[in-house]
């Protein structure tokens, strides 16, 4: 099944924390908008309010793991479609301000204490 249609994984703790995540990344978003780079989110973006990798807590956590740790999450919609895989731009957004936090006050966001979750079996 495509993991972005996957109902049974949204739990109430991957709605809240996503709820949080797509927050953020709405704000990044404007100001990466603002620089000239436009909001390219897919519409089952998992730092989009209400999809459901943004209710799943299992991709909440391999997002906010791959922000925290500058490692690329990758979009879940072209993975599903086909298409040219590229960045998730909801992470790109978020990792540009943590990047930016992190150059103008000198502190670092810490590793997390998890793994990243395996990948889906293809079936």
């Known amino acids: 099944m495509d993991p972005t249609k996957d109902h049974h994984r949204v739990s109430p703790e991957g709605r809240q924390f996503g709820e949080h995540m797509a927050r953020l990344a709405d704000k990044a978003c404007l100001v990466v908008a603002r620089e000239g780079d436009e909001d390219t989110r897919c519409k089952s973006c998992a730092l989009r309010l209400g999809t459901v990798p943004n209710g799943c807590l ?8 791959a922000i925290a740790e500058n490692v690329p999450f990758m979009c879940h919609q072209h993975l599903r479609d086909g298409q040219p895989t590229t960045v998730c ?11 930016r936090f992190e150059e103008d006050t000198g502190l670092t966001l810490p590793p997390c204490n998890w793994e990243f979750s395996p990948p889906d079996s293809v079936k």
């Open 58 to 65: 299992q991709t909440q956590m391999d997002v906010a793991k």
């Open 89 to 99: 731009h909801g992470w790109f957004a978020v990792s540009v301000l943590a990047r």
